[in-house]
């Protein structure tokens, strides 16, 4: 199992949210760069970096900041939030991150995923954000009529190797990934499926492993003390 910590960033805090909702925020760790240290430290063999401001409003707005971790950092990094057309892409590839997780444009703008999987296939993730089975977008505010399965097959069509599953009512709650819907997703597609929300502590990994989930998203649980990255990813 390989763990990606997350660092969810809001006006340049790392901050974790509860259940996607962005007013209850609860900054946690360390500054940015000092937090992308200890994690590298620990042993992380990929950190996931969300630029929360840029998911809500559409524009990578943490560019900068962004761009500095990916420059400090030693181990790929994997970078969501705001990436809706091929420009930010571009600049995003050039700081140096390895993976862009696309989220609302995978869902409203097919024309610029298809590009971007055409110009940067290596580079794109689709990130599949969950709300009672259907396709969330925009920071999570907004809940489509797309049934996640459904949307998940049709990514898979367009050439996307790996997805992050999000269930947002799990997210920050620590009560557990949300196994069923993940095992009906493996079911669903061959794509790498990357696990997100609720994990709280090493039995969760455990349970996501032996359903076939090789990569999970850890938020909270890593800052609370209740997973840890040392001696954890093999």
């Given amino acids: ?116 999987l055409q110009a940067y296939s290596n580079h794109i993730v689709v990130g599949i954000d969950v709300k009672d089975g259907m396709v969330a977008t925009r920071g999570w505010e907004t809940v489509s009529e797309i049934n996640y399965i459904e949307f998940a097959k049709k990514m898979e069509q367009f050439g996307v190797k790996t997805i992050v599953f999000t269930d947002i009512s799990r997210d920050g709650t620590m009560t557990g990934p949300n196994l069923s819907a993940l095992k009906d997703l493996l079911n669903a597609v061959n794509c790498n499926i990357v696990a997100s929300g609720g994990i709280k502590d090493n039995s969760d990994l455990q349970a996501l492993e032996e359903i076939g989930i090789k990569e999970a998203i850890v938020g909270k649980a890593i800052y609370e003390g209740k997973v840890t990255l040392k001696g954890a990813s093999k």
């Fill in 1 to 116: 199992m390989k763990i990606l910590p997350a660092i969810d960033l809001i006006d340049g805090k790392c901050v974790r949210l509860y259940q996607g909702d962005f007013n209850k925020t609860t900054q946690v760790g360390s500054d940015p760069e000092t937090q992308l240290a200890t994690f590298i430290e620990d042993g992380a063999e990929i950190v996931h970096i969300v630029d929360l401001d840029g998911a809500r409003n559409g524009e990578a707005r943490q560019y900068d900041l962004i761009k500095k971790l990916c420059s400090q950092s030693t181990v790929p990094i994997q970078v969501g939030g705001g990436i809706r057309n091929l420009e930010t892409v571009e600049k995003l590839v050039e700081a140096g991150a390895s993976r862009l997780v696309l989220g609302t444009a995978a869902i409203e703008d097919e024309d610029f995923l298809k590009a971007a």
